[in-house]
């Protein structure tokens, strides 16, 4: 064990190290810690009133079902993290293992059973990282807990302690052996893998549909504390139902209760502890076998390269041969078969991607619809402060939903730009007409999941098809505003395997989308303070988002024709 914990402890020194005094790495090190700061600490300037708020709070006593809910609905986010990422945790072995760990007379089980070890005081401090992120009203709302009964606050944190301790050591544990399961080097693995894909998914779906109609109707803390209760949502959440029996049962003198938590918690950890230590002669084959591939899959991850990761699945047979479509079949020819040709390489290359964004972007346009049509605000009959801040609810969905799926897309895809290159610039096409190509295509890619959530919301509540019909018009420009200055970023910034550029790409990417609307936040601010009607403001914003895109393509048309693809 002393070799395995030494190269540990030397594998976190070494990290810290390289973390401050490698540039490159010092650089995101100290923005994270500036923005921590601002964000956390100082909140940007604010007086702190909104965290004082939870201070201000008086409370009689902590009422036993206030406890039980609320220790649910913190163990269940938990238990939803832990759940998710249930298959990667043996998934960490590299060559230098293989080549010079492996041989050694270790034994496996010892290998993995520091591992487990390992991973189980990683997974105790995962609860740390939302007390950092929220910190400040944690802390206020802890001192009005604690001026309303500290006995019983200071037992539901021991026990809430002692119920996270019993169920990482459960989650790593049975991870571990789901892991090690669906990732065998056999013919039977890849069956295992989609099995569990399916069983994730499932799981993620049918907890989604129980929540949100147990949220529709909650508008109290009676409420909140009805809606936790529900046999189904115990159900799909059954490891937090087991952590709140351990709180609950302390604190409403229920000994059985407490007892069956932590046996059930212990059951199911020494079941996953028994299916990985039958399975650890897997191990070393399953490592070797997948080394290679998986360092070269990090590689192409840390780079962003979702593209190039696809393109390794379709080489190691991942992925099948897809059918001729009416849109493969298309003969476009010209400058429109630039466009046609990005569309079709963005959509065989991200297309898991564009349909998991798009999902997202659905969700999130159609939220106000949902809020309209099921949380109880009438159709008709409303006040015009309702209707407007229903409108401006919308709007301000629609843009964060162009702001996720035009940025994290273009990264991606324009990266492949810089690797045809050679290929590309002998066509007879000027500078202008391939960066108008490409950007139209990453465009079209953009707006087509704001144009399903759109309709989708427009469908469900009639009263957002005419600003939803405004909010698709300006996406439009919007999307290729952003689009375009990523696009001129990753042409300033070309290299692909400098890490220094990928992070300079990245940076710039972020200044340049503020830059590139700057000049439609200040119509807008103009027209708010007029007086404008909420849709003419949005398509100003639209309209004067033209200009931004305008001067980046011209700027990224340059930067095309000088780049050298042998330099």
């Known amino acids: 064990m002393k070799p395995l914990l030494f190269l540990t402890l030397k594998s976190i020194r070494n990290g810290l190290v390289r973390a401050f005094t490698t540039p490159r790495r010092l650089l995101p090190v100290l923005f994270l810690l500036l923005w921590y700061y601002g964000a956390f600490v100082r909140g940007f300037g604010s007086s702190g009133k909104s965290t004082a708020a939870f201070g201000n709070i008086k409370l009689d006593s902590l009422k036993p079902e206030w406890i039980e809910a609320f220790s649910f609905g913190a163990f269940g986010l938990l238990s939803i993290f832990m759940m998710v990422s249930i298959t990667g945790y043996q998934g960490s072995f590299r060559p230098a293992d293989v080549d010079v760990l492996f041989p050694t007379p270790i034994e496996p089980r010892y290998v993995v059973i520091f591992r487990v070890v390992r991973d189980y005081l990683i997974t105790l401090l995962f609860p740390l990282f939302f007390g950092l992120m929220a910190y400040r009203p944690l802390s206020s709302g802890y001192s009005a807990l604690k001026a309303a009964d500290p006995v019983a606050l200071q037992q539901t944190l021991r026990m809430a302690t002692v119920a996270w301790v019993l169920t990482s050591l459960m989650f790593v544990n049975v991870g571990y052996a789901v892991s090690i399961w669906t990732n065998r080097s056999d013919l039977a693995s890849e069956r295992n893998r989609k099995i569990m894909r399916f069983v994730i998914i499932g799981f993620l779906l049918s907890l989604f549909a129980v929540a949100f109609m147990a949220a529709k109707d909650v508008a109290s803390v009676n409420d909140f504390v009805r809606a936790m209760s529900q046999p189904i949502l115990r159900i799909l959440l059954f490891p937090a139902t087991f952590c709140t029996w351990i709180v609950t049962g302390a604190a409403s003198g229920q000994p059985l209760l407490l007892v069956s938590g932590i046996l059930l918690l212990v059951g199911l950890s020494v079941v996953g502890y028994l299916a990985t230590a039958r399975q650890v002669g897997w191990v070393y084959d399953q490592a070797a076998s997948r080394g290679n591939d998986a360092t070269t899959l990090r590689s192409l991850q840390k780079q962003g390269d979702l593209i190039g990761i696809a393109a390794e699945r379709a080489r190691s047979g991942k992925r099948k041969a897809r059918k001729e479509t009416w849109f493969t079949r298309l003969r476009v020819h010209g400058f429109w078969a630039l466009t046609w040709k990005d569309v079709l390489l963005t ?221």
């Open 347 to 567: 959509w065989r290359g991200l297309g898991a991607t564009i349909i998991l964004l798009a999902v997202v972007t659905v969700a999130i346009i159609m939220m106000p619809a949902l809020i309209t049509t099921f949380a109880g605000i009438p159709t008709k009959s409303r006040s015009l402060r309702t209707d407007a801040g229903m409108n401006a609810f919308f709007v301000a969905m629609a843009a964060t939903s162009c702001f996720m799926v035009g940025p994290t897309m273009s990264q991606v895809a324009f990266v492949e730009l810089i690797r045809r290159i050679d290929l590309q610039k002998p066509l007879p096409f000027t500078p202008f007409k391939v960066i108008l190509g490409e950007l139209m295509a990453k465009t079209i890619v953009s707006v087509v999941p704001v144009f399903i959530g759109v309709t989708a919301a427009s469908i469900i509540a009639p009263r957002f098809a005419l600003i939803g019909l405004v909010c698709l018009v300006a996406s439009i420009p919007v999307c290729a505003n952003l689009n375009a200055v990523t696009l001129a970023s990753t042409l300033l910034f070309p290299d692909l395997d400098d890490a220094t550029q990928r992070g300079l790409r990245g940076l710039v990417s972020t200044l340049g989308w503020a830059i590139g609307l700057f000049p439609s936040v200040l119509v807008t601010i103009a027209a708010v303070a007029i007086g404008a009607p909420l849709p003419v403001i949005v398509l100003l914003f639209g309209a004067f988002a033209v200009v931004g895109a305008w001067v980046c393509m011209l700027f990224a048309a340059r930067l095309y024709a000088n780049l050298n693809p042998a330099e």
